[in-house]
């Protein structure tokens, strides 16, 4: 298959409910699409890469750069049999993952529809259904945050993941643990502690959480492995995981018993795969993660989702917590029991409406094959 054309665009889109971590507030977000054109059929992709450098070193502004300038030129001058040849074509240009993982996701999708076939099928999966939980920001106040959890555990929720950062969180957890000592809990730090934090985090294992997520640095493995070493509680890494590598060093070093895969972080579905293989040979079960993404980034990690070894609970959760429209039909929806069906039908499985991304697109850029 050759790529006719290319469609950059970003769009911009108001959180349905403004979302706090350690590193930041977000209440609009500004999102890189990119549309992919060949043989008469259309695949979308989403860039993970969020308004400020701040989750990782990408932002929407460098992926737009790398992908108009490096990463579309060459996929526009490759022979394509599917997405799992990009790393190969994109290999040249070093680092901007979430940017490359945004065209090599759409031309998986696209293989998926040239052959009739799901996305999730394409890369493997095997579950018809997938477990959700949901990842809370940090709130103006406890009994706002408490509502928060009440609310998605109504809603069939299967685990609750807590922002936290140095003063919010220990009381925090016991606060919470007391009013529902069983459920599936667990928090995240994105990188707000240091080593003189340990033996803080260390009093968490009272809270018996399901783990503590990347409580240090974002591109740690050492150190971690020390705090591991201290903790009964599993650690599980974000931001450090980039690649395959990573996690093997990571799990060789015991700086995590679980792992947490962004399809974007990684740099696109095949590095995930192969991410999701080599911890299923080695006993470490993956789940994965969200970046508030649109239902275009959104259908791609329910896919994702779909492979065995995403035994537990990710943040994948329904469209209407993060948009009051999002931009595909059906928007995702959650079953009372915590779960996301996974669709069967050709390609991602949802409708992507144009008309609604138009109105909501603040510039475009198209790069054709010559
Ligand atoms: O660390 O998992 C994270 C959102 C933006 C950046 C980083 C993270 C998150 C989330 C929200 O936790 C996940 C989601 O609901 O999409
Ligand atoms: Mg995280």
Not at 127 to 137: D, F, L, N, T, Y
Request: with cysteine.
């Amino acid at each position: 298959m050759k790529i006719d054309a290319i469609h950059l665009r970003e769009i911009t889109m108001p959180l349905a409910f403004p979302f706090r971590t350690s590193f930041g507030l977000t209440t609009v977000r500004r999102i890189l699409l990119v549309e992919l054109e060949a043989d008469g059929l259309t695949a979308w992709g989403e860039c993970a890469a969020g308004e400020h450098p701040y989750f990782s070193d990408e932002m929407i502004d460098t992926a737009w750069i790398i992908t108009e300038s490096e990463l579309a030129p060459r996929l526009l001058k490759a022979e394509l049999q599917g997405g799992g040849n990009c790393p190969d074509i994109f290999k040249q240009v070093r680092g901007h993952r979430m940017a490359k993982a945004a065209l090599e996701n759409a031309v998986w999708d696209m293989e998926a529809q040239r052959q009739g076939i799901s996305l999730a099928n394409l890369l493997g999966g095997t579950r018809e259904k997938i477990p959700c939980g949901v990842s809370i920001g940090l709130q103006d106040t406890d009994e706002l945050l408490m509502e928060k959890i009440e609310t998605e555990l109504a809603a069939g929720y299967q685990r609750i993941k807590l922002k936290c950062e140095p003063g919010r969180d220990t009381v925090l957890f016991e606060k919470v643990r007391d009013r529902w000592p069983d459920i599936l809990l667990s928090c995240d730090a994105n990188s707000a502690y240091q080593m003189k934090d340990i033996d803080r985090i260390a009093e968490w294992d009272q809270f018996k959480l399901l783990m503590i997520e990347q409580p240090l640095w974002y591109d740690d493995f050492y150190f971690h492995s020390m705090l591991q070493k201290r903790l009964e509680t599993a650690i599980c890494l974000d931001e450090s995981i980039r690649n395959r590598r990573d996690a093997l060093a990571a799990i060789d070093m015991e700086s995590c018993r679980i792992i947490n895969i962004k399809v974007g972080r990684v740099g696109g579905f095949s590095e995930a795969i192969a991410i999701h293989n080599a911890t299923a040979e080695r006993g470490i079960p993956v789940w994965c993660g969200g970046m508030l993404e649109t239902g275009i980034g959104r259908a791609h990690n329910i896919a994702l989702s779909s492979l065995p070894n995403f035994s537990l609970p990710g943040d994948v959760s329904a469209s209407k917590r993060y948009w009051a429209e999002d931009v595909i039909e059906p928007e995702v929806t959650v079953s009372k029991a915590g779960e996301i069906v996974v669709p069967t039908t050709p390609g991602s499985g949802f409708v992507v409406r144009r008309d609604r991304i138009d109105s909501l697109t603040v510039r475009k850029t198209t790069l054709r094959r010559s």
